[in-house]
Structure formats: structure tokens, C-alpha cells
């Protein structure tokens, strides 16, 4: 009886994750609800509450408020003022920007018994950039998009293992504003933030990502190779999960490198974008283009909130079927707008022809 048992299980088992694979990735006649959903926004307690515990803040009356200083940004400028204003920038970040191109926005630099120390901005947050000679590292502070670090911050910022910031608390309002990404209001304002540097710098495994990035994006701050495909997390291209070769893993590639392939600023160790997804193709992409995080979606409530919003600006749907076996529909979402890829599959390769069908 065992004998025939045994083949029996296998074969139910290896039907049930063809299925499960084939439903994550493949839209069913069904239709299904892919609406956006919007997020709960964190309260002003809970924003407070969540500030990490190496970073202390005090109060300085002098210091701006978020509100004059978003108003101070929108403010416009003639063609010659903005050239100014963008040489002053070369110039000021110039060693930085020569070592991590334009993958951060500049706030702050300094140069300390030969080391120049750097603030930088990505879709994570801030983090501390450091160039001596030729090598270079940037650490995440630990403080993401609730903290905005305003444009007067101190002329010393590096003291010992202590980095100092002026800025403000802020809370999300609204999930996305294109192409600013989420629109933000403050929750304490005039801040003197204290960030104790040791707690910054803790690299566990000595991989160049510091623990507190790990944390946040969901890598394994203890190995310096999260998937175990090989590739070090600081340079795979989909450190949380090892790539392969498959048909539909190659269009959803395809889908995302032909999406970065024009764009400079997603060349950069640090510049990642990230989405979600339960389809096991989609998981195990290889981009060129880019580099991605992508999490199943029952892992969102894993996530911290601020980075939930600010991190993942583009949908990428399941797989839609043709009468013609070689044509495939895939819909796309983002803050800008969305509709459909066609991808038409033809002597093993893939064409794809992108159709906009909604603006936002
Ligand atoms: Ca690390
Ligand atoms: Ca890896």
C-alpha cells in the first residue's frame, strides 16, 4: 500500500505549488481587485515614539520651522540664479559627488583630520558619507523619511562619535504627491539631533551595508550574503532573493531594466527600488538597469511605515493570458499614472510595447 501512497502525496504536493506559482503569478478569469490601497498614516505619538534610541534631540528656538523651510524651497528663481545656485552646489560637494555621483542629495560635508564627512539624502533617509583617499562609505542614520534635516545645518557636524543635524520630526499626510514622493507635515519642529556615530557605523558581517540599513530593508545584518546565491548583498542587484533564469523571470527583467535603463540616478551601490509581489518569477529577477528589493506582500506589515510609503513608487501586476499563447498583458501602476505592457514572445525573446491608459 505504501508503494502506492508514496507517488500519490508527491505528485498532489508538486501540483499544489504549481498551482500556488501559477495564481501568483498568472490573473485568473476572476476578476480581481489590484486597487491601491491607502496606507494609515502614523500618529504624531507614535512618529516620536519610533525615533531610534542612539539618536537624541533637543529644542532651538532659532532654528526654522518645516513650514518656513518647504516655503523657502518652493520659492522661484531666475535662469541665472538657479546656475548659481547649482555651481555653489557642485563646488561645495564636489569630493562627494566625485566618489557617489548623483545616487544622494547633499545637505552637509566637512573635512576632519583628512577624511571628508558628508550628509546625503536617498529614498531610505539620511546617512553619513565618508571619503579618505579612495575609500568611500556611507552608513545609514537610522532616521528615515519621518525626520527632515533642514537646509542650515551646522558648520561642524562630525565631533568625535557624535554627528549633529538641525531639522524636524515629520509625518506623512498623504501617501503619494507626484513626483515629490509622499507629502509630509511637521510633528516637532526645531530639532537639534544627536546621533551617536558608533551605533551608525555597526557593520556586523563587513559587508558596506551598516546594521541599521539591513534592518530596515529586511537583509540579514549577520551575512554578508542574504540569499546565499554568492553575490554579496552590497553588489547583487536582488540581494533578497538569488536570481534565475526562467521564461517569465527574463520579461519581468526585461519590464524593469527597460524602465531604468535611461535613467542616471539609478546607477549607485545605495539606489534601490522596491516592490511588491507574491509571484515567484517576479522574485527571482536579475535587473542590469537597477537595483531591487522586492518583498512578498504579506511582508508589508514588516516594514517600517515611512519606508512602506516612500519606498515603492511603481505596481507591477500579474500576468495576463492571450488567445495567442506567445502574447501576455502585464498592468502597471505608479504616482504618475499607469495601463499595460504587451509582451509578445517570439523565437525565445521577448517584445515589449508599453500602452499608457491613465494619467494622474
Ligand atoms: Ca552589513
Ligand atoms: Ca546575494
Known amino acids: 500500500m505504501k508503494l502506492i501512497y508514496l507517488p500519490l502525496s508527491v505528485f498532489i504536493l508538486i501540483s499544489c505549488i504549481t498551482d500556488r506559482k501559477e495564481d501568483a503569478c498568472f490573473e485568473n478569469d476572476k476578476k480581481e481587485k489590484t486597487a491601491y490601497q491607502e496606507f494609515r498614516i502614523d500618529t504624531p505619538q507614535e512618529i516620536l515614539r519610533a525615533n531610534p534610541s542612539h539618536v537624541k534631540f533637543t529644542v532651538d528656538n532659532k532654528l526654522k520651522t518645516y513650514k518656513e523651510e518647504t516655503e523657502d524651497a518652493r520659492k522661484s528663481y531666475s535662469e541665472a540664479e538657479d546656475k548659481k545656485r547649482f555651481k555653489v552646489y557642485d563646488d561645495k560637494y564636489a569630493e562627494l559627488i566625485k566618489n557617489f555621483g548623483n545616487q544622494f542629495y547633499y545637505i552637509n560635508t566637512e573635512k576632519v583630520d583628512g577624511i571628508v564627512y558628508g550628509i546625503g539624502q536617498n529614498m531610505f533617509g539620511y546617512w553619513l558619507l565618508e571619503t579618505k583617499n579612495n575609500t568611500v562609505a556611507a552608513y545609514y542614520l537610522g532616521l528615515s523619511q519621518f525626520t527632515h534635516f533642514s537646509k542650515k545645518q551646522p558648520e561642524h557636524f562630525i565631533s568625535g562619535n557624535k554627528l549633529l543635524a538641525y531639522g524636524s520630526f515629520v509625518r506623512i499626510s498623504k501617501s503619494w504627491g507626484y513626483p515629490f514622493g509622499p507629502q509630509k507635515e511637521a510633528v516637532k519642529d526645531r530639532l537639534v539631533f544627536e546621533i551617536d556615530l558608533?551605533?551608525?557605523?555597526?557593520?556586523?558581517?563587513?559587508?558596506?551595508?551598516?546594521?541599521?540599513?539591513?534592518?530596515?530593508?529586511?537583509?540579514?545584518?549577520?551575512?554578508?550574503?542574504?540569499?546565499?546565491?554568492?553575490?554579496?548583498?552590497?553588489?547583487?542587484?536582488?540581494?533578497?532573493?538569488?536570481?534565475?533564469?526562467?521564461?517569465?523571470?527574463?520579461?519581468?527583467?526585461?519590464?524593469?531594466?527597460?524602465?531604468?535603463?535611461?535613467?542616471?540616478?539609478?546607477?549607485?551601490?545605495?539606489?534601490?527600488?522596491?516592490?511588491?509581489?507574491?509571484?515567484?518569477y517576479f522574485h527571482h529577477i536579475n535587473p542590469t538597469q537597477v537595483k531591487v528589493l522586492i518583498y512578498p506582500e504579506n511582508k508589508s506589515s514588516e516594514l517600517q511605515s515611512d519606508y512602506r510609503l516612500g519606498m515603492f513608487p511603481e505596481h507591477i501586476g500579474k500576468i495576463r493570458k492571450d488567445k495567442d499563447k506567445n502574447r501576455f498583458y502585464i498592468d502597471y501602476g505608479s504616482g504618475s499614472g499607469g495601463g499595460y505592457i504587451e509582451a509578445l514572445f517570439k523565437n525565445g525573446k521577448w517584445n515589449l510595447t508599453k500602452q499608457s491608459t491613465y494619467d494622474i
Open 198 to 280: 558608533q551605533t551608525v557605523k555597526k557593520d556586523s558581517d563587513k559587508d558596506r551595508f551598516n546594521d541599521l540599513f539591513e534592518k530596515l530593508v529586511l537583509l540579514n545584518p549577520d551575512s554578508a550574503d542574504t540569499d546565499k546565491d554568492g553575490i554579496p548583498d552590497f553588489t547583487d542587484s536582488n540581494p533578497l532573493y538569488r536570481s534565475e533564469k526562467s521564461k517569465f523571470t527574463d520579461l519581468y527583467t526585461l519590464i524593469i531594466d527597460r524602465e531604468y535603463e535611461q535613467s542616471g540616478f539609478s546607477k549607485g551601490s545605495y539606489f534601490f527600488t522596491g516592490y511588491f509581489s507574491d509571484c515567484d
